[in-house]
C-alpha cells in the first residue's frame, strides 16, 4: 500500500469532520498543529478509508462514550475491511454548547440539529428548553453547526470549538444530562511495527464464535485462565445470520506480554475468526491490575523450559 514506511511516524492525519468537532480537539490535543498535516473526513468509514487507500497515514476516529456507549461505524469499520490497527487512544471531556446564528433567542428556535450521540446526552435539556421542538440527526456536531450558519436549523448541539469556527453565538453552555462525560477516540493506521509494551497497555481485537453452546464462556474462559481482565466486552451483529455475533473488546496488557500473546492465541483455536486490532499504550489515567501469581512473563518462560526439558526426558 502507500503511504508512510514501516516505522516511522505519521504525519498526514485524517479525523471525522468538518472543522471544529470534538475528533478534531482530540486529535490537537494528542498531536502538536506543526506536527503533519490534517483534513476532515466526512464520516468514520471515509476516515478508515483513507488511511487503507494510503491518502493519510492515520486517523482519529471516536470509539465509545461514557454515556452512550460504543460507535457501531467505527466498531464495524475495524471489524471489516482491509486490517487496521489502533496505536494510540486519546480521552476527550465533552461539553456541550446550544449554538445559533447571532441575533437568534431561545424563542427563535423552531429546528435543532446535531450527531445522535450529542442529541442523546443533551435530551432532557432539550426537552425541558425547547419542548415541541424535535431534534434532527447530522452526521457530527460540527456538521450541525455549519448548516445553522448556511440557515439550514436555527440551533446545533456542538462544541464551543465548532461554534467559534462557524461565526455562532452560545445561547447556553454546559448543556449536556450528565456532567464530565467523556469521549474515548483512537488513533488508527496500517499494519506495522507496534508500540512498544509499557506495562500499563491494552489490547483490543474482534472475536467471531459460532452459534453454539457455551461459545461465549470458551472466549472469556481463555482470559480468565490467565488472570487478563477485560476492560470493555460487546457485541455485534456479523450480518451473515441470526445468531453468529463478533464481539469487539479490549484486555489489559500487551500482545507482546506471555499471557496475552498466549490468550490470543488460544483464541484463534476456539473462535470461528480472530482479529487483532493492537496493542498500545493506556490513556484513561487508570493502572492495569497486578498480574496474579503464576501470569507473569517469567512464570510462562519457566513453564516452557520445563515442558521442553519433559519432552526431550529430563523432566
Partial sequence: MPGMQAGTSPTRFAYLGPEGTFAEAALSSAVATSEGTRTPRPSVPAALAAVRSGDVDAALVPLENSVEGSVPATMDGLADGDPLLITREVFLPVAFTLAVRP??????????????????????????????????????????????????????????????????????????????????????????????????????????????????????????????????????????????????????????????????????????????????PRADGRENRPVPAGSDDPAFGEATDWLARARSGRP
Fill in 103 to 280: 441575533g437568534t433567542t431561545l424563542a427563535d428556535v423552531r429546528s435543532v440539529a446535531s450527531h445522535p450521540h450529542a442529541l442523546a446526552q443533551t435530551g432532557r435539556w432539550l426537552e425541558a428548553h425547547l419542548p415541541g421542538v424535535t431534534p434532527l440527526p447530522t452526521s457530527s456536531t460540527a456538521g450541525a453547526a455549519a448548516a445553522v450558519a448556511a440557515g439550514e436549523f436555527d440551533a446545533a448541539v456542538c462544541a464551543a470549538i465548532a461554534a467559534e469556527r462557524y461565526g455562532l453565538d452560545s445561547l447556553a453552555d454546559d448543556i449536556a444530562d450528565h456532567a464530565g462525560a467523556v469521549t474515548r477516540f483512537v488513533l488508527v493506521s496500517r499494519p506495522g511495527p507496534l508500540p512498544e509494551p509499557t506495562g500499563n497497555d491494552k489490547t483490543s481485537l474482534v472475536a467471531v464464535v459460532g452459534d453454539r453452546t457455551g461459545a461465549l464462556l470458551d472466549l472469556l474462559r481463555e482470559f480468565a485462565s490467565r488472570g487478563i481482565s477485560l476492560t470493555r466486552i460487546e457485541s455485534r451483529p456479523t450480518r451473515q445470520r441470526l445468531g453468529v455475533y463478533s464481539f469487539s473488546l479490549d484486555c489489559e496488557g500487551h500482545i507482546a506480554d506471555a499471557r496475552v500473546g498466549e490468550a490470543l492465541a488460544a483464541l484463534h483455536r476456539v473462535c470461528d475468526d480472530v482479529r487483532f486490532l493492537g496493542s498500545y
